[in-house]
Nanobody, 123 residues
Framework: QVHMVESGGGLVQAGGSLRLSCEAP????????MGWFRQAPGKEREFVAG????????YHADSVKGRFTISRDNAKNTVNLQMNSLKPEDTAVYYC????????????????WGQGTQVTVSS
């Protein structure tokens, strides 16, 4: 079992920035990729960004491309999401997830999940 702990959410004005972090304490052996998803009230969970643990291949959703950047620190077992130029429509609970076999954009393919962190962007 891999437990992830997210941090860094909060309230920010439109145009501002936040940095989310996801720590996978213990071990990441067997993890192929980690991703960030978000879910706004009344909406489906959607992919935001993902990164492979080896090679650092990344993929960002079109809605955040150019504004958000995912990165990883293997030594600290941490994946970060730098969010710039935030918009009110970015408001959601953001979840960190880990996948054992593939870098996927489909949330149901991920094996482990964090508890989520709230991001609220005011207009």
């Amino acid at each position: 079992q891999v437990h992830m702990v997210e941090s860094g959410g909060g309230l920010v004005q439109a145009g501002g920035s936040l940095r989310l972090s996801c720590e996978a304490p213990g071990r990441t052996f067997g993890i192929y990729a980690m991703g960030w998803f978000r879910q706004a009230p009344g909406k489906e969970r959607e992919f935001v960004a993902g990164i492979s643990w080896i090679g650092a291949r990344t993929y960002h959703a079109d809605s955040v491309k150019g504004r958000f950047t995912i990165s990883r620190d293997n030594a600290k077992n941490t994946v970060n999401l730098q969010m710039n130029s935030l918009k009110p429509e970015d408001t959601a609970v953001y979840y960190c997830a880990a996948d054992r076999t593939v870098l996927s954009t489909r949330w149901w393919e991920y094996d482990y999940w964090g508890q989520g962190t709230q991001v609220t962007v005011s207009s």
